[in-house]
């Protein structure tokens, strides 16, 4: 369950894994922490990575798949994620900034999504009671950005998943599923993770109206049935 920082990784020598790690170290700061012309808003791909890489608050691990089972694999992604809500925070280091990347190298292409897209959906609900976000990374990764539908945010040189707290600008995400059953367990958390704290009014006053309005599908759908 090693994990490293990127400070960590650049005094790294023998290491088997340290390709893995550099290659996805780079990717983050090349791709992730700065602008790109097709994300369809101002300012870099992600907001957080900067100020992250420069508290040094990232840590990166490797996990190997070959004799994992994905049951075997969803366990050692729930103990990244026991270690993340453990640990405590450094001086200069704010919550939010905190981030971890689990990179899967043994995941071939042609599995990415069966085997981390199915990962991070049958997590996602654990993670997100949590107060936190897990998202899915890799080269056949179709989801869009939320300002550019062409734009793919969520590719990565190799299979990955991020681990990272909660924010309020996550509401697109949590009320997005189809089902009203999953729509409302990520709403209620949402609300729960923030309470009376928003900073953003409207973002409270739409995870209400959303909540409501699952709710109210969900009740049709059982009239129905």
Same mark, same amino acid.
């Given at each position: 369950?090693?994990?490293?920082?990127?400070?960590?990784?650049?005094?790294?020598?023998?290491?088997?894994?340290?390709?893995?790690?550099?290659?996805?170290?780079?990717?983050?700061?090349?791709?992730?922490? %700065?602008?790109?012309?097709?994300?369809?808003r101002?300012?870099?791909?992600? *907001?957080?990575?900067?100020?992250?890489?420069?508290? !040094?608050?990232?840590?990166?691990?490797?996990?190997?798949?070959?004799?994992?089972?994905?049951?075997?694999?969803?366990?050692?992604?729930? %103990?990244?994620?026991?270690?993340?809500?453990?640990?405590?925070?450094k001086?200069?280091?704010?919550?939010?900034?905190?981030?971890?990347?689990?990179?899967?190298?043994?995941?071939h292409?042609?599995?990415?999504?069966?085997?981390? &897209?199915?990962?991070?959906?049958?997590?996602?609900?654990?993670?997100?009671?949590?107060?936190?976000?897990?998202?899915?990374?890799?080269? %056949? !990764?179709?989801?869009?950005?939320?300002? !550019? *539908?062409?734009?793919?945010?969520?590719?990565?040189?190799?299979?990955?998943?991020?681990?990272?707290?909660?924010?309020?600008?996550?509401?697109?995400?949590?009320?997005?599923?189809? &089902? *009203? %059953?999953?729509?409302?367990?990520?709403?209620?958390?949402?609300?729960?993770?923030f309470g009376?704290?928003?900073?953003?009014?409207?973002?409270?006053?739409?995870?209400?109206?959303?909540?409501?309005?699952?709710?109210?599908?969900?009740? &049709?759908?059982?009239?129905?049935?």
């Amino acid at each position: 369950m090693q994990l490293y920082t990127p400070l960590e990784i650049k005094q790294l020598q023998q290491y088997e894994d340290l390709p893995y790690l550099l290659e996805i170290l780079e990717w983050v700061k090349t791709f992730l922490a %700065r602008p790109h012309p097709n994300l369809g808003r101002p300012g870099v791909v992600c *907001p957080f990575v900067p100020h992250s890489l420069k508290s !040094n608050s990232i840590r990166l691990a490797v996990i190997h798949t070959k004799d994992l089972y994905p049951e075997q694999l969803e366990e050692v992604v729930e %103990r990244y994620r026991d270690i993340f809500l453990e640990m405590g925070v450094k001086e200069q280091e704010l919550p939010i900034n905190r981030a971890f990347l689990l990179i899967f190298p043994d995941v071939h292409i042609e599995d990415a999504c069966k085997l981390i &897209d199915s990962v991070q959906q049958k997590l996602k609900p654990l993670f997100v009671e949590s107060g936190l976000m897990i998202g899915e990374f890799h080269k %056949r !990764n179709e989801s869009p950005g939320l300002h !550019n *539908p062409n734009f793919r945010p969520l590719r990565s040189p190799i299979p990955l998943l991020a681990i990272r707290f909660m924010v309020e600008l996550d509401l697109p995400f949590l009320e997005s599923p189809a &089902d *009203p %059953r999953l729509r409302i367990r990520y709403l209620e958390a949402y609300l729960k993770c923030f309470g009376n704290k928003f900073i953003d009014e409207a973002k409270f006053k739409n995870a209400h109206q959303a909540l409501a309005l699952a709710k109210e599908e969900l009740k &049709d759908e059982n009239l129905v049935h």
